[in-house]
């Protein structure tokens, strides 16, 4: 039987976080392995201008940025595995990742599998998924020429794709189950001046509804007065926040109560040693390209420090 090689490092997922710790590891000689995902490049693959990536000062877009950083990254010898997970096993070391039947060992690994869109949990919107209700405005703002959309949520995702689909649609109408809104001042403002987007304060989606080929309109709630409207609309865009990529890792790491990975204060340790986590995936506060890539760069050398370690 031939010995199984064990890898150096294992990194899972190939957002900014992942990619930052790829370059970091190769660059210490490490030849990490980086399992990418079938969707690759997490959510910047779904962003359209990235204004705020120092570097750029007149902006990138989030598949050029990823490709971007992930050619830095072959640069210095990192290898690609355009696969998902499918399991994991870190009682023991070397680590053990699957890929369907597939075995991988690790001395060490970084999860960077970041977060990924929430739904509003109606049975309609499943009905109406990808027949006018979309989680990415990027992707699918452009079928909705002049006709009338609509945006649920009330923070900077919801500003952002709001403004991106007035390029296209004739009215944005977007849906807020309080009357203020969380996102930030400037975003906020840009919305409110917008013509062609009225804001809808105190409303919730109760219902999707539609024929038997799209979506046509929704049922809105009025939490303040309980009364229920139609609004016409032939897309529904969510942008109610996002939820971390943790399945794969329940019972195997802690997290807190909403399946966040938990990382020692200042480091990208997890309650395993040689376990490392970085970006989204363990962070809900800052969420940005910028700190997810930050925290990347933690990991691979919190991991370089720990492998050099063990000697
Ligand atoms: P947020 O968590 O900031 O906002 C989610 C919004 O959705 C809130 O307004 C929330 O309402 C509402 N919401 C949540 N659940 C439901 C539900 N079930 N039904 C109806 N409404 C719901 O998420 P975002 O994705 O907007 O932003 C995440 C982070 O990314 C933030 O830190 C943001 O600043 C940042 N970001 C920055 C951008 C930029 O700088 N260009 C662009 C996009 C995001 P409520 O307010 O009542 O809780």
Redesign the pocket.
């Known amino acids: 039987m031939t010995q199984q090689n064990i890898e150096n490092v294992i990194i899972i997922g190939s957002g900014p976080a992942g990619l930052t710790s790829a370059i970091y590891t190769a660059r210490a000689n490490l030849a990490p392995l980086m399992i990418e995902g079938e969707e690759s490049g997490g959510q910047l693959m779904m ?1 359209t201008e ?3 990536f120092p570097g750029f000062p007149k902006g990138v877009t989030g598949p050029e940025l990823i490709q971007t950083i992930r050619e830095q990254a072959e640069r210095f010898g990192t290898r690609f595995l355009t696969k998902n997970v499918t399991k994991v096993d870190f009682s023991t070391r070397p680590f053990k990742v699957w890929v369907d039947k597939e075995l991988y060992l690790s001395k060490s690994i970084i999860i960077s599998t970041g977060a990924s ?2 739904y ?2 109606i049975e309609s919107e499943r009905i109406y998924m990808n027949r006018g209700v979309s989680a990415c405005a990027t992707c699918d703002g452009a079928f909705f020429r002049n006709v009338d959309v609509a945006v ?9 794709e709001a403004m991106f689909l007035t390029r296209f649609a004739k009215k944005v109408s977007i ?4 009357d ?5 001042k400037i ?1 906020t403002d840009r919305v409110l001046n917008h013509s062609k987007i009225e804001v809808l304060w105190n409303r ?2 109760i219902e999707v509804v539609g024929n038997s080929k799209n979506m046509t309109g929704l049922v809105l709630k009025n939490v303040v007065t309980g009364g229920l409207e139609n609004l016409s609309a032939e897309g529904l865009f969510l ?4 939820k971390p990529n943790t399945d794969l890792f329940k019972g195997v790491l802690d997290t807190n109560e909403v399946g966040y990975l938990i990382t020692k204060p200042h480091s990208s340790y997890t309650n395993i040693e040689g376990v490392f986590a970085a970006g989204d995936v363990q962070d809900h ?4 390209a910028i700190t997810a890539a930050g925290s990347g760069c933690m990991a691979a050398i919190d991991c370089e420090r720990w492998l050099e370690s063990l000697g």
């Open positions: 962003t990235v204004e705020n869109a929430k509003l949990g649920v949520g009330g923070g900077d995702t919801a500003m952002e849906i807020h189950r309080r203020s809104f969380r996102a930030s975003m919730e989606v942008a109610i926040g996002h506060v800052y969420r940005q």
